[in-house]
């Protein structure tokens, strides 16, 4: 059983810069396929970004130039580092484990391909 834990959510203004983390317990995590998904108020949950074990990042298309994924395996953790926030980009973002490694972009994207989740930090952006 793996338990995450978001922390780095706040409020700031557009053009902002916020650091997520996810810091995990238990399970192989240094062999995990890490992945953020956000859901904005009244949307349904979207993929943001995902990290192999290898360490090659795939972003959503609004995520990319923008947000960079990366991990500390020594210290059970992941990161979302966003820059240039927008108003759109308020949600609450959850970061969310697989206990394997997922090869296809198409399915890095899929919610129901993580085994855990997070319960979420909340993230406002105003402009």
């Known amino acids: 059983q793996v338990r995450l834990v978001e922390s780095g959510g706040d409020e700031v203004q557009a053009g902002d810069s916020l650091r997520l983390s996810c810091t995990a317990s238990?399970?192989?995590?240094?062999?995990?396929?890490l992945g953020w998904f956000r859901q904005g108020p009244g949307k349904e949950r979207e993929f943001v970004a995902a990290?192999?074990?290898?360490?090659?990042?795939y972003y959503a298309k609004f995520a990319k130039g923008r947000f960079s994924i990366s991990r500390d395996n020594a210290k059970l953790t992941m990161f979302l580092q966003m820059d240039n926030l927008e108003p759109m980009d308020t949600a609450v973002y959850y970061c969310?484990?697989?206990?394997?490694?997922?090869?296809?972009?198409?399915?890095?994207?899929?919610?129901?391909?993580?085994?855990?989740w997070g319960r979420g930090t909340q993230v406002t952006v105003s402009s």
């Open positions: 990290l192999g074990w290898n360490g090659n990042p």
């Open positions: 238990g399970g192989q995590f240094s062999r995990a396929h």
């Open positions: 969310a484990v697989a206990d394997k490694d997922i090869i296809d972009t198409y399915y890095m994207e899929r919610s129901s391909e993580y085994d855990y």
